[in-house]
């Protein structure tokens, strides 16, 4: 995880104290050698939402060169983002500079004196970005060096172009990684598509900013993911586009034989919903009510009625819905389905005829927080039906 160094950048003039993170500098360095360093953690400003980088080039003791790095919300508790890059000009212990920053254009002054005090810097002066002032007086600050530096920007979007199955990626969830400059006419190119568009994932962090790439998450019916992800590759500005993690969970999978539960090169979903309505009927021992596909995602939404046994004499009413994702086993050819379901979701109602008592409940099972309702073995039942695998956690294998 990169070391983040934090400043305040208020919508109001604030003056607030600083204070650099402790760490060691190395003791081993060449006089006169040149040599990159970096400061990259400043505690307090903006609720810490702000993210810093101070980078120095030194001989010796000299700084002979800096570059401040700073990525900030453009407003006040806004998920929007705004960055601005200086190049400072070193006279003596003086830092100073003036730029603009990149998505507002505002125009930005930095004016720091930097202090040596033992084997730690002190950091004084202001950063002004438009009309806003914020004062900086920041002692005991240690630095990084390059290696470190670069050892920690390293990261993971989760990515995987050519899985070799489902397994550690979900059949329905997909990530494209793009340039900045393109994102808006990537998304836009969705529009109308049956696809839906992780709305976090529009958020363009600190890190997209500096590596000008944004990751956009996705979900899709599996049937169409891999068609989906071919088409994004071809796309301007697309850097990388394939699998990730999602909805599906190993323990609440099986897997089994297509050949049955295929009409030709598609699958079969109604003969599907039919066998897992059936199944789940008996283990939920209630009646179904409803079934229906989603669309975009290809998920299929079941629901069962029974009576509730909290107060028998009020004759209420259990609905209960289970989730449900069929894809192949893994990408291309293969004559293999796996076959998801959640956990019930169960909620309880008066629906009855005449007036109705107004029951206030939320809404319980496969939810954060929340204890999984018990589905009575639905998932062992469903691999019976289907004649299917469960997976071996342990050993990472079908059984």
């Known amino acids: ?8 950048l208020g919508l109001a003039t604030v003056t607030p104290h600083l204070a650099f993170a402790q760490m060691k500098l190395p003791s081993k360095t060449a006089p006169g050698a040149i040599e990159t360093r970096y400061f990259t953690a400043i505690d307090g400003l903006m609720d810490g939402n702000a993210d810093v980088i101070l980078k120095e080039t030194r001989q010796g003791k000299n700084v002979t060169a800096a570059v401040l790095d700073v990525c900030y919300p453009a407003a006040k508790g806004a998920d929007r983002k705004d960055r601005f890059v200086a190049n400072l000009t070193v006279s003596g212990q003086n830092l100073t500079g003036t730029t603009q920053s990149l ?38 600050n240690s630095d990084l060096s390059e290696k470190e530096f670069l050892d920690n920007q390293t990261s993971d979007d989760g990515i995987t172009p050519a899985p070799k199955d489902f397994t550690d990626v979900s059949p329905d969830a997909f990530g494209v990684r793009v340039k900045l400059d393109a994102a808006l006419d990537f998304l836009k190119s969705l529009k109308g598509e049956a696809v839906e568009v992780g709305l976090s994932s529009l958020s363009v962090s600190c890190d997209a900013l500096r590596a000008g790439e944004q990751t956009i998450n996705l979900t899709a019916d599996p049937e169409r993911t891999a068609a989906l992800i071919a088409k994004a590759k071809s796309m301007p500005g697309v850097v990388a586009a394939g699998w990730t993690s999602g909805s599906v969970e190993m323990d ?30 008996k283990t939920l021992a209630a009646k179904a009510a409803g079934a229906e596909w989603n669309a975009n995602t290809g998920k299929l939404t079941l629901t069962f009625k029974r009576p509730s046994p909290i107060y028998p004499p009020l004759g209420l009413t259990e609905s209960v819905d289970v989730t449900a994702l069929v894809s192949p086993d893994k990408p291309g050819a293969t004559d293999r389905l796996m076959l998801w379901i959640s956990s019930p979701v169960i909620t309880t109602a008066d629906e009855g005829t005449g007036s109705k008592l107004n ?15 018990d589905d009575n073995g639905s998932v062992e039942a469903l691999a019976r039906e289907f004649k299917g695998q469960r997976w071996d956690a342990d050993r990472s294998v079908w059984k």
Not at 1 to 8: A, E, G, K, S
Not at 366 to 372: H, I, L, T
Request: net charge negative; no cysteine; charged share 30%.
């Open 103 to 140: 998505g507002d254009k505002l125009p930005i002054t930095v004016k720091l004196a930097r202090k040596p005090v033992g084997d730690t810097f002190e950091f004084r002066g202001q950063i002004t970005i438009g009309q806003t002032v914020t004062e900086v007086t920041s002692t005991d």
């Open 1 to 8: 995880m990169r070391v983040r160094f934090l400043l305040l």
């Open 252 to 281: 609440r999978t099986i897997r089994f034989a297509a050949a049955e539960w295929r009409d030709g090169d598609k699958i079969n979903k109604d003969k599907i919903a039919s066998a897992i309505s059936g199944v789940l009927a």
């Open 359 to 373: 029951l206030s409940e939320e809404s319980t099972g496969d939810e954060e927080g929340g204890e999984p309702k």
